[in-house]
């Protein structure tokens, strides 16, 4: 199974909001709306902050939301802040009881 | 709340044998499927293995699969994996994972990581 293509880094200024793509095939992405987002700082596990596509876990802020279109997830990050500088994964469920990760996002607040 | 400590991490020789234990705290732990997902130096995440909440149905990854297997004891709420034939390329830090409660497709909470080192 091919990891997810993300871009390797994206960057924004305080305040601004930020989107990355996360590009699959029809046999996960397209397939399936078990697509979630990870977020991971340095050294730190990664922690879920979206899924199911679009539903964020309790806790999480409502400036991080997610969408679907095709074999393409997103995420955005609005209002950026110096916190939400870090790694960013998506996942999908590839269908037979397997995963793919992609293969992350860095995202540089600037 | 939720917390998985996951131990058993350690240097290891290729071709060697090591066991990884995920130790679960704070919800019920027989409800929920579980899983291994690891991070090689520098890289991104990749999804290992998952065991269902019952531990009757196991999956691995290709790379792992004849090598790797989990495991589960739900009377001792700890998630389990047994590392055989390993290979330089899995040297990482394993996470153990719970599945959410909409469904194990999605990796809920994690724990802190045990890094496997293997090295001649």
């Known amino acids: 199974q091919s990891a997810l293509t993300q871009p390797p880094s994206a960057s924004g200024s305080p305040g601004q909001s930020v989107t990355f793509s996360c590009t699959g095939t029809?046999?996960?992405?397209?397939?399936?709306?078990?697509v979630s987002w990870y977020q991971q700082h340095p050294g730190k596990a990664p922690k879920l902050i979206i899924f199911?596509?679009?539903k964020r876990p309790s806790g999480v802020p409502d400036r991080f939301s997610g969408s679907k279109s095709g074999n393409t997830a997103s995420l955005t990050v609005s209002g950026l802040q110096a916190e939400d500088e870090a790694d960013y994964y998506c996942?999908?469920?590839?269908?037979?009881?397997?995963?793919?990760f992609g293969g992350g996002t860095k995202l540089t607040v600037l | 709340q939720v917390q998985l400590v996951e131990s058993g991490g350690g240097v290891v020789q290729p071709g060697r044998s090591l066991r990884l234990s995920c130790a679960a705290s704070?919800?019920?732990?027989?409800?929920?499927?579980m899983h291994w997902v690891r991070q090689a130096p520098d890289k991104g995440l990749q999804w290992v293995a998952s065991?269902?909440?019952?531990?009757?149905?196991?999956y691995s990854a290709d790379s792992v699969r004849g090598r790797f297997a989990v495991s589960r004891d739900n009377s001792r709420d700890t998630l389990l994996l047994q590392m055989d034939s390993l290979r330089v390329e899995d040297t990482a830090v394993y996470y153990c994972?719970?599945?959410?409660?909409?469904?194990?497709?999605?990796?809920?909470?994690w724990g802190q990581g045990t890094l496997v080192t293997v090295s001649s």
């Open positions: 029809n046999n996960d992405v397209g397939r399936y709306n078990y």
């Open positions: 994972a719970k599945g959410h409660s909409r469904g194990w497709y999605f990796f809920d909470s």
């Open positions: 996942s999908s469920y590839t269908g037979i009881y397997s995963w793919v």
């Open positions: 704070g919800f019920t732990f027989s409800a929920f499927g």
């Open positions: 199911e596509v679009n």
């Open positions: 065991v269902s909440s019952t531990g009757s149905n196991n």
